[in-house]
């Protein structure tokens, strides 16, 4: 039996945009509507209507034995203009993370997941050097009126605009290896550019949150100078999710590893694949926690882990093609139905402990 630490947080892992529907006044929105940007023409108009069904959904994460999950809030909703906050959306957050409080489920919860408010797109978006300026006020306005039930707080999601890939060395020769670190390097601190990232971590970071799907190979090649002389590709022979990335369970070991220098406690915030097919998920679910209790082994202060998603949902581009859940979502009527991964990842909540 792999026991995990004591008070270690099993969750999954949303995005407001990816569940609520009717988020009408953010840039993705608007992207969706032009036909061609999402796979099938669809798009986030009714997601998975999480946000009239939000308690239907926590229930559900209760008897799955969860003590905490993962959610962004929606700024274009807080912030509809700029300066201007809607205390009506306000108070449905409350209602939100309280209902999440009353089942025993511990919220932790991003304030940028991907989309951005219409007026912030149109005054330059992130590129504008007034960027900050804009963001903190809803900042401090969520912080001020929801972070008494609050557990923990993601400010952006993927800052460096990609989850953690893990970027190996084609082959021992030393150009290749030198490929992979550069690769590695520019993934996981552009933009903040080398040096900076473990200021920005040790400074104001309490934790370090890390998601991860993919790995791929790096090898130097002479005739891609736009790709910094680097060819990347799935590693052959490992199995590919209906993404189209290479996911190896084992890999999570390593990836957890490489944060253990900060002396941070790790959260896995996001972690999963998109599977049609939920044995796969169910195969992969238990080997990818064996590989965090072996992190944890080798002293990666691991706290928690959240599984990438609960329920099948908008998938940006692809759509509602990719499914990522434990939990299925009926396209025609929405209903809920806990797949067999989802009622596994409930049994090793419950034990916390993975089976022998
Ligand atoms: C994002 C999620 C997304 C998942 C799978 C993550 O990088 O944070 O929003 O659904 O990848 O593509």
Redo the contacts with the bound molecule.
Sequence with gaps: MKTFPKGFLWGTSS?AH?VEGDNRNNDWWEWEQTPGHVAHGDTSAVACDHYHRYREDFAMLRELNQNAHRLSIEWSRIEPSEGEFDSRQIRHYRDVLGELREQGILPMATLH??TNPLWFIRKGGWTSSDAPRAFLPFVQRAVDELGDLVGMWCTI??PTS??KFLLMPASRSRLDRMAAAAAQAVTDRWPVGPGRLEKVVEASGDFIGV?H?WGQLCAFDPRRPRDQFIRRFNPPGVPVTD?GWASDPSWMRQVLNDVKGYGKPVYVT?N?I?ARDDAVRERYLPEVLKYVHLAIEDGVDVRGYFH??NMDNF??AKGYG?R?GLIAVDRNTLERTVKPSGRMYARIATANALPA
């Design positions: 995005a990816q997941h991907f999601n993927e990609h989850h998601a799907y993404m996001e999963g998109a990438w998603t998938e940006w990719a990522f």
